[in-house]
Structures are given as C-alpha cells and as structure tokens.
C-alpha cells in the first residue's frame, strides 16, 4: 500500500529471487570491475576505507566503462576556460551551468565560450556534441581527462548534462563549497563511457502530506540531478492537501489546499509557480510527471466541492494519515457526471501546463469504491488523459479498471507476487519497479531511528537493502522487458522540512539512483558503500543532513549525534523547550513556557539514535517511568527506552515516548510529562 500500514497483512514472498548475487554474479561483478578499472571487492574488509582518488573511486552511479590514466590528471587554473559546441543553445546552457557551479569554490572565472570547430580545443573544458561512442544513446557520455584539459562528448544536450555530473564528482568534495577553497582542483585521468540501463529513473515527491514551496522543491531537485536521476513524479493531490491551482475552482486551494498532516496552513502552487517547477527541472534534465490521485485519497476536493459528494455535503478537511477511506461519487448518474466534469477539467489544464508525455492518475487504495464502478470509471480516466495528448500513469491497483495500450504502471506491491500485473506486463504494458520494501524513502532505517514509518518494513529499510534488489526480477512471472525504469517514492507523513527529506534520501536515494543507471552485472554493494562514502563530505558542505549508515564506511564520525538541531516550539504560540535556567545537572527540569531567545538552553539536537539532546544532555523520563504524570527532565545520555522519542503525527506533530506508549504533553503551567497521546494543543511540538 503505497502511504500507510496494510490493512490486511501481506504474505512474505518466498523464495525471492535476485536479493541477493549468486556466487557466479558475485564473480562476474568482481570481473567486471577489474574490467572497468576499478578495484574489485576482497572481503569484509574491504569496506573499512574509501578507495585512492582515481577516475571511478568515488563516482555514484557507477558508469558502464571507466579506465583510469594515473598519467593524465588535468588540473583547473584561473586560465581555464568551458568551450561549448558551435551551434548549440542548450550546450551553452548546460556549460553556463557548469561554470556557474564552479566558480564559488575555485575563485576562478572560468569563461564559457563557443567552439570553433568539432576538434576539442587545445586546453580547458569542453561540452561537445560529436564524436560520442556510438553506444552512449541519448543519455549518455564520453568523458576523456588527458593533461591537457577535459572533454565530454554526447550526442544530445542531456548526455552532456550527465557528463557535467560525473565531471563535479571527479573534482575534490570542496568543490561544493560556496566559499573560495584551496585547491588544487585535480580531475583525475582517463577514460569513461557511460549510459543508463532504464529510460525511466524517478523519485517521487509528495507534497500533499506536508506542503513544500517551490524553492524547497527546487533543492530537492538539485539532489536527483546529482545522481542522474530523469523524473519527478510530483504527488499533488491527496486526502490532507490539494496543491495545484485549477482555473475556474478557486476553492480546491482555498480550501482544500489550507491543511495538511498534523495541522498546520497547508499551501499551494499557483499555477506559475508550477510551470517556474517544470522548468527548472527541464534545465536538469528531469521530467515533471504530476499526479492527481483518483478516485480515492480525494478528501482535500471533497471538502473543497460539495457536488463531488454522494449527499451534496462537503467533508471537514483532514490532517490525520488514515488512507482508502475516500472516494468520488460514482454510484449515481449526477455523482457520476460531476466526476467526469472535475476530472476533465483538472486533467486538461495540467496537460496544458506540463510539457512532459506522463500524468499520473493514482488509482490506489480506493477501498470505499464500488469495484465495478472503479473499473469503468478508472478505464473513462485514462482515455480522457490521451484525448489530452498524455500518457497515463497509475499505480498497480489500476489493473481493476480495462488498461490502455500506452498505461505505464508502478509497482509498489511489497510481496512481487501479482498474477494480474505480471499478465499485464506480458502483454506489453511496461512498468516501473518501486516496491515499498526496497524502494520506499519513507520508510526508517532501522527500528530506532526518528523519522520514518514501518509499516513496509518492520525493522527498516537500511541502504543494503534499498541497493540488493533487481527491478527485472522483482515481478514474479513478468519479463525484464517489460520494465521501464525504477521510482524511489518518498511520502511525507513524517518529513515536514526540507532537512527532513534530505534525511530519508541520503543515502539512500543514490543506491536506488545506481540501481536504475550502471549495469547489472557490477552491482555490488561493499564497492558502492566505498564509493558513496566519499559523498559524505560533500553532503556536509551543501547542507544535506544525511544518516550516517553504520553500514557506509564514512571517512570520520562527527562529535556527538547527527540530526536537525535548532529550537522546539510548543503549540500555537511557539513558546520554546527548555532547560530550566540553562542548568547542566542532572534532574534539572525542562518546560515549554520560556519565550524562544536562541540560547544553549533552548538548543536541542534531534539525534538519529532517537534522543533530544541539550547542554550535552538527553530529555529523560523521569526514573524510566512510563505512568501518566511522569515527570521530564535532564539527564545523562544512557540509550535506555526513557530518553528515546519518535515522530508521531494525529491532529499535530507529537512526541512520542515508545516505551511507555505516551506522548511528551505540556501542563497548563508549561511542565513536562508524559500523558496519554490525545492529539491535543498540549502535545503539539514543532522539531527543527
């Protein structure tokens, strides 16, 4: 289920083939790298430290060739210049860009100028559009560092913005810096052609569960086009939220856009702001593949349009995170009519607005929906989006309605045992692959840490095992080439900032990235887990808060514990968590009813480990009590049950205390305790 804890509990799938690389994959992925100029895995050991910087050491994903020239490492001066192909907008775009990019660190200036002829020029930079490797396709790449400068030759515009992507990890980690760095600027030597293994790599962004601005989506889109990622499937429409403006219905955002999980204003995308989102994902080479989710998770439109409701009466918003419980009025013919009205309203203007061939269309979890009338209301639905010139796409619950031709389906299913899905598949249907239970960035890391949820994964989803899966065998009895690509879907019931969806996605969103670009047959988790080590310090320096994966062989531990740090305000008047008198002793209480001003005090450190730390200190549960009244204070970090908190989301974000079942909740006096978790003001806690 693609948001929210089956209602049913779902088999484990037996005999799951491809988690794990036979002892002759292993040896031939171990012979591959050899090939590729990269050092094959030895062991367990062989993780304990990230490998020299040589062309292919650090570069996430793993291109198709890479042969390394110790020889022939071509350093960046302030003489430097970025020729681009004659003729060409788009590679005076992209270099721009790359420029753009380089300059902060390297103080250089780093002039973008056009080529003179085919030959690449005798020193610098340069993004060309001819004499590519015949194989690269329309994606891919030819990158060549010789001690005279650097080509990167394509055969379309986005070939050569990938290059630009393996060129920016070739350099130094400072090169993110925004400030003037050191040096020296060294793009190892040799020799790499590359191109992807799926057309289709996605991440899914939903921005219904929680709202995020489109400076918010945009950062978010600067870390799928890191890793090559080609597609933003953008959730617009759900239960709590409708975020895409609508000519003619100005009360989908008025009122349907004014909520959101927990509480909260909501918000939405005009629709300038919506085209200002596709384009700047177009100039990273990522498709917008907006989805309108029907005919369930549809509360947000019901509350907004009376008419879309079987009784004429509109819904109360809603802020919880309950699915399967809307639904359009289908099961009359004016319900029916003012479905179809909406629907082709709606679809029409984001067909006008998005330049790119896909709308998705949802169709899951409409539990509520009469089957019959879900299936011819579902196959109307995908007609309607190719009389618009789209293709639909959907989730897999769509194979209840009659499929189109053209219908791409995604894959969510935690079990990869779908009859109906697979025969759809062999009939020509293509899909793409995003079980929950490797591919779901929602989801926690392991049991213990904050934000996430486990419903697809009881003891969660470490970045192991969001990398050792092979989309082309996931779907029992479909054929590989029915898949399309891979998608990474992150849900937000939990992520409510921008450094929280850097957190569910880093690292893990790279290893899904890898699993959608490099060749199968070098898929090895001890080389990427050295490779993507490298990436930490880079990360650091753009801000991305990252878990720290024990299973990641990082080059050093930072002081103390990772996580969002900053103030903790308390309901609607943002008074501030703090320590009572900025005390460091043990016992010394903690409460809610200090004005916020910045201090050490009010400073708290929401660590991965699931503790809220302040003064170099953990909020305790007074003597490990679990009883309603139990007293909050300040205490030693111990690791025990009484110092661990987790998100939980009701009518507010809350604090919950998982050993004793109880939520943090504050006194009319603004003390501390723990109380039975009620979704009250009393309990609202807003994190950093």
């Known amino acids: 289920m693609p948001r929210s804890a089956p209602r049913r509990p779902q088999p484990a799938r037996s005999g799951t083939p491809h988690r794990r690389p036979s002892a002759v994959a292993l040896a031939a992925a171990a012979l591959g790298l050899t090939l590729l100029g990269l050092p094959a895995p030895t062991g367990p050991r062989a993780a304990q430290a990230p490998a020299a910087a040589t062309m292919g050491s650090g570069l996430v994903p793993r291109p198709v060739l890479v042969q390394p020239d110790p020889a022939g490492g071509y350093p960046l001066t302030a003489q430097t210049a970025i020729t681009t192909e004659a003729g060409s907008a788009e590679a005076a775009r992209i270099g721009t860009g790359l420029a753009e990019l380089l300059r902060p660190a390297t ?6 100028r056009t080529a003179a002829s085919a030959a690449a020029p005798a020193d610098g930079i340069a993004l060309l559009l001819t004499g590519a490797d015949p194989s690269v396709g329309p994606e891919g790449y030819q990158l060549d560092v010789t001690a005279t400068g650097v080509v990167i030759r394509a055969a379309q515009p986005q070939g050569l913005f990938n290059g630009v992507q ?7 980690a400072p090169i993110e810096s925004a400030t003037v760095q050191p040096g020296p600027w060294t793009v190892p030597g040799g020799h790499i052609v590359d191109h992807p293994r799926y057309p289709y790599r996605g991440a899914m962004l939903d921005v219904a569960r929680h709202f995020f601005t489109v400076a918010q989506v945009e950062r978010h889109i600067d870390g799928l086009a890191r890793y ?29 856009g004014s909520t959101q999980v927990g509480g909260g204003p909501g918000g939405y995308y005009t629709q300038d702001d919506y085209r200002a989102i596709v384009a700047y994902a177009a100039a990273q080479n990522i498709t917008v593949v907006p989805e309108v989710d029907l005919p369930g998770h549809i509360n947000a439109a019901l509350a907004a349009t009376p008419e879309l409701n079987c009784d004429g009466q509109a819904p ?29 309203d709606v679809v029409g203007q984001l067909a006008d607005l998005t330049p790119g061939p896909y709308l998705a269309i949802g169709g899951d979890e409409a539990h509520t929906t009469d089957p019959a009338q879900y299936a011819d209301f579902m196959t109307w639905v995908q007609q309607d989006v190719a009389r618009h010139g789209k293709t639909a796409a959907a989730w897999n619950q769509i194979t209840g309605a009659t499929l189109q031709p ?13 009859p109906d899905l697979a025969a759809a598949a062999a009939a020509g249907t293509g899909l793409i692959m995003a079980p929950a239970r490797f591919a779901y960035l929602d989801q926690k890391y392991t049991a213990d840490t904050v934000l996430g949820q486990r419903w697809a994964t009881p003891s969660g989803l470490e970045v192991r095992t969001a990398y050792d899966w092979d989309p082309d065998g996931y779907l029992q009895g479909a054929p590989a080439s029915a898949v399309r690509g891979v998608e990474a879907p992150l849900w937000t019931e939990t992520a409510a900032t921008p450094q929280d969806l850097d957190h569910l996605s880093h690292p893990r969103l790279p290893a899904l990235a890898e699993l959608g670009w490099s060749p199968a047959a070098a898929h090895d988790f001890t080389d990427f887990a050295r490779r993507i080590a490298t990436h930490g310090p880079r990360w650091e320096l753009l801000g991305i808060r990252y878990y720290r994966s024990p299973q990641i062989p990082w080059p050093a531990a930072p002081a103390g514990p990772t996580g969002p740090t900053g103030p903790v305000t308390a309901g609607a008047g943002r008074t501030c968590l703090a320590v009572t008198g900025g005390r460091t002793a043990d016992g010394t209480p903690v409460d809610s009813r200090t004005a916020c001003d910045a201090t050490p005090a009010q400073t708290w450190t929401l660590g991965d480990d699931g503790t809220l730390r302040a003064l170099g200190k953990c909020l305790d549960a007074t003597g490990g009590g679990t009883a309603n ?20 989301f009701g009518a507010g974000p809350a604090l919950l205390n998982p050993a004793s079942g109880r939520c943090l909740d504050a006194t009319a006096s603004g003390s501390l305790r723990l109380y039975d978790c009620g979704s009250t003001a009393a309990q609202v806690w807003h994190l950093p």
Do not use: M
């Open 107 to 112: 103080g250089y200036p780093l002039a973008v």
């Open 166 to 172: 393996t060129l920016r990890q070739l350099l130094p």
């Open 228 to 256: 090559k990622i080609n597609h933003l499937h953008l959730h617009l429409t759900d239960d709590q939220g409708w975020r895409i403006a609508v000519a003619g219905r100005p009360e989908l955002t008025s009122i349907g």
């Open 316 to 344: 109360p918003p809603y802020t919880g995170t309950d699915v399967g419980f809307s639904s359009l009025c289908l099961s009359t013919p004016a319900g029916r009519a003012a479905a179809e009205e909406f629907v082709d």
């Open 406 to 418: 053209s219908t791409l389906v995604e894959d969510w299913d935690t079990t990869g045992d779908d």
């Open 629 to 648: 009244g139990t007293s909050v204070r300040l205490w030693t970090c111990n690791g025990t049950g009484a110092q661990t908190w987790q998100w939980s």
